[in-house]
């Protein structure tokens, strides 16, 4: 099974870009990434998947090298609201890893004004 | 579009006993799978089902079974409860029938066992 590693919490101020990585040695070729953020007593909601190289949408970037066995979230100019957990995803649903989907233990982000 | 629910939002049980939790999908989504989060062990996933067949489990006792409807809606059920069992409880539905995962959660389940 394809497990993964995050840092447990990072601080940063606002207005700076942040870079959270997820270490997944085990990735499966059939397997994608995908990151999630979460607010205190709400369901984590998406914010970008990737299989390799580069993927940017309106609110983060996502960058996967070609061994595949890391990923990095970027999140530009970070605000106050951006305070949350990030999860850091990896699985599919036939093939990669067993089918099983596993959740990091996600990053606090503290965004400090 | 209206989001994924989930019915109830708080419910506590006494060990031994069972429940019950049920989720609304997004429209058109066909794809519903459960997960929990404990502080200590944080989300953790614990089946899916596509089309009325689960397609996916977890590493979870016997004691935690689901199942869909016609209708996309699901159902988890966990019985003999234990102090364990006590979490948030959270369902997520997808489009389905590929191997991109974008998943849309609901506001969860707090269950406390007592």
């Known amino acids: 099974l394809a497990k993964t590693t995050q840092p447990i919490s990072m601080d940063s101020y606002e207005g700076q870009e942040v870079n959270i990585t997820c270490s997944h040695n085990?990735?499966?070729?059939?397997?994608?990434i995908t990151w999630y953020q979460q607010f205190p007593s709400q369901g984590p909601r998406f914010i970008i998947q990737?299989?390799?190289t580069k993927v940017t949408n309106e609110v983060a970037s996502l960058f996967i090298p070609a061994d595949r066995k890391s990923s990095t979230l970027s999140l530009p100019r970070v605000s106050l609201s951006d305070t949350a957990v990030y999860y850091c995803?990896?699985?599919?649903?036939?093939?990669?890893?067993?089918?099983?989907?596993?959740f990091g233990k996600g990053t606090k982000l503290s965004v400090k004004p | 579009k209206a989001g994924v629910t989930q019915t109830p939002r708080y419910l506590i049980k006494t060990r031994g006993q069972q429940v019950t939790l049920s989720c609304s999908p997004i429209?058109?989504?066909?794809?519903v799978s459960w997960y929990q989060q404990t502080p200590g062990q944080g989300l953790q996933f614990l089946f899916e089902?596509?089309?009325?067949?689960?397609?996916n489990k977890g590493n979870f006792p016997g004691r935690f079974s689901g199942r869909q409807f016609s209708n996309s809606r699901s159902e988890m059920n966990v019985s003999t409860l234990e102090l364990g069992d006590s979490a948030l409880y959270l369902c997520?539905?997808?489009?389905?029938?590929?191997?991109?995962?974008?998943?849309?959660f609901g506001p969860g389940t707090r269950l406390t066992v007592t």
């Open positions: 997520a539905s997808s489009p389905g029938g590929t191997s991109v995962y974008e998943q849309y």
């Open positions: 085990n990735i499966a070729t059939n397997d994608y």
């Open positions: 990737g299989y390799k």
């Open positions: 995803l990896v699985g599919g649903i036939y093939g990669g890893s067993q089918g099983n989907l596993i």
């Open positions: 429209s058109g989504h066909r794809s």
């Open positions: 089902y596509f089309s009325e067949t689960q397609r």
